[in-house]
């Protein structure tokens, strides 16, 4: 309500931009740069599901996700993932519990599936 | 850095079916709405209507413990079914609340008896009595602003700007309470902002009660203390909060942690804690008219010390000093820590 809108770089969006050898790293490092500067104008906050950000870096913030603050994963949001109805594919579900309860907006990804739902999906490119 | 995880590769979504013809699904259409959220709802409406049947009955409460029980309740209507993280961080911010404001209290017995310099040298308790006034007469041209205000105003019985005077110098002890317990329910990232900023000016405001203790106007002036510098101020800041059948409530707790430090004029905590809460949300109120009405509230505050006796113009003053300080401070420590992520996300990027 009172903080920058939230954009939740999603876990297909975070591997493309850690990994250079990545598909689409190119398109995901021009995004995460132009969401970074968003970020420094204080006009959006960043943030990932904190399961997905442990799989690339530590809890310190001297990486390239230094600007990406951490949304805890609870047993509450477990045990909503098991009621939801994705709940076939517990990695897609977690992400979209996490942005239902952060009352998430935006969606960096690449994973098409995003695209099903009332969110704002960047890379904007993707949908040219 | 690399990754073996099985990242989906760009799938055009105009090739998906639904693509376009409006077939969006809400995330509440899939993911079940969390179940304590009506439930916290009802909760803090209830006790709001508790504690405003409790301000109508008992008084309202303004001694540390009953301030305490009553925001632990709100907070327990906040923050019931969320994860045990946020409950633990809850009690971490609970136990730096609690510090907090227990350094503020020893101040009164650090201002009573002077400052130990590391063991080193001691400065001896200098009670401000004549410096405080004469600036104040300075500041307008040789009068006396409490003694002009008072002289003018006050009168036997309760005049409507008495119960305005009096009510605005009560909100002292809930406003930015009430702001504090709001924020932790709403937004821990503001709670913190809103924290370092509070804390700051209350650490400011402590070392300055200790290195300058300062006489109010109303006990230099009062004969009970012996300075007298001009004709006996009145003083009775509730007043008009009691003609409109309000009370203060203390509780009957032996202990109540209030050992509030009658020395403690320089700077004005309740300008600063007056200023504090509309200049945080400042940014949040668009139309200028509005953000000019709410920065009346201070000078509103401040005209209400200085006509209850309580303080001198100039403690106001150092008051938004340091609130106006602990802003800058942390806005540049934010804009700094902000663009020190940023820069290390392009450089490792680049």
């Known amino acids: 309500m009172m903080d920058p809108p939230k954009v939740l770089l999603e876990r297909s969006f975070l591997h493309a931009v850690a990994d250079s050898a990545h598909v689409n790293h190119e398109a995901a490092a021009a995004e995460f740069l132009d969401l970074v500067t968003q970020y420094e104008a204080q006009e959006i906050l960043l943030v990932a599901v904190h399961t997905h950000l442990g799989e690339l870096v530590g809890l310190d913030r001297k990486h390239v996700f230094a600007p990406v603050d951490r949304l805890w994963v609870g047993r509450q949001h477990h045990r909503a993932v098991r009621r939801s109805r994705v709940a076939d594919d517990p990695e897609f579900a977690i992400t979209l519990v996490m942005a239902e309860r952060h009352r998430v907006r935006t969606v960096a990804t690449f994973d098409p599936r995003f695209h099903d739902y009332e969110l704002t999906v960047v890379p904007a490119a993707a949908i040219d | ?350």
Not at chain 2, 18 to 39: A, I
Not at chain 2, 209 to 216: E, M, N, R, Y
Request: proline share 5%.
């Open chain 2, 1 to 350: 850095m690399s990754t073996t995880a099985e990242a989906p590769t760009f799938v055009d979504p105009s090739t998906r079916p639904g693509f376009g013809k409006g077939l969006s699904l809400t995330l509440r259409s899939v993911v079940p709405e969390d179940d304590f959220r009506l439930v916290r709802l009802a909760l803090m409406f209830e006790f709001l209507f508790v504690y405003l049947w409790w301000l109508r009955v008992q008084g309202l409460p303004i001694d540390r413990i009953s301030v305490a029980i009553s925001v632990a309740l709100f907070l327990l209507c906040a923050f019931v079914g969320k994860t045990w993280r946020t409950w633990g961080i809850l009690l971490l911010d609970c136990a730096f609340y609690c510090v907090m404001w227990l350094a503020y209290e020893r101040t009164r017995g650090a201002a009573d008896d002077g400052v130990s310099v590391f063991g080193l040298f001691q400065i001896p308790k200098q009670l401000q009595v004549e410096s405080v006034r004469n600036i104040d007469r300075a500041l307008f041209f040789g009068h006396d602003p409490n003694a002009v205000l008072q002289d003018t105003f006050w009168e036997r019985t309760v005049r409507w700007y008495d119960v305005g005077a009096s009510t605005t110098y009560m909100t002292h002890f809930v406003l930015p309470i009430v702001v504090m317990a709001v924020l932790w329910a709403i937004s821990h990232r503001q709670w913190v902002r809103f924290m370092k900023r509070f804390s700051t000016l209350l650490a400011l405001a402590c070392l300055m009660f200790v290195i300058l203790p300062t006489v109010p106007p109303w006990m230099a002036t009062s004969p009970k203390y012996g300075y007298q510098l001009f004709g006996e101020l009145h003083r009775d800041a509730g007043r008009g909060f009691r003609h409109i059948g309000f009370y203060g409530f203390d509780s009957d707790y032996k202990v109540q942690l209030s050992n509030g430090n009658a020395y403690a004029a320089l700077p004005s905590l309740h300008s600063s804690f007056a200023l504090i809460v509309p200049a945080f949300f400042l940014p949040w109120i668009r139309p200028k008219w509005l953000k000019a009405l709410v920065l009346l509230f201070p000078v509103m505050m401040l005209t209400s010390l200085v006509y209850l006796g309580e303080h001198w113009v100039i403690d106001g003053l150092v008051g938004w000093a340091i609130t106006g300080g602990a802003f800058w401070f942390w806005n540049l420590m934010e804009r700094r820590t902000r663009a020190r992520r940023s820069n290390r996300a392009r450089q490792a990027l680049s």
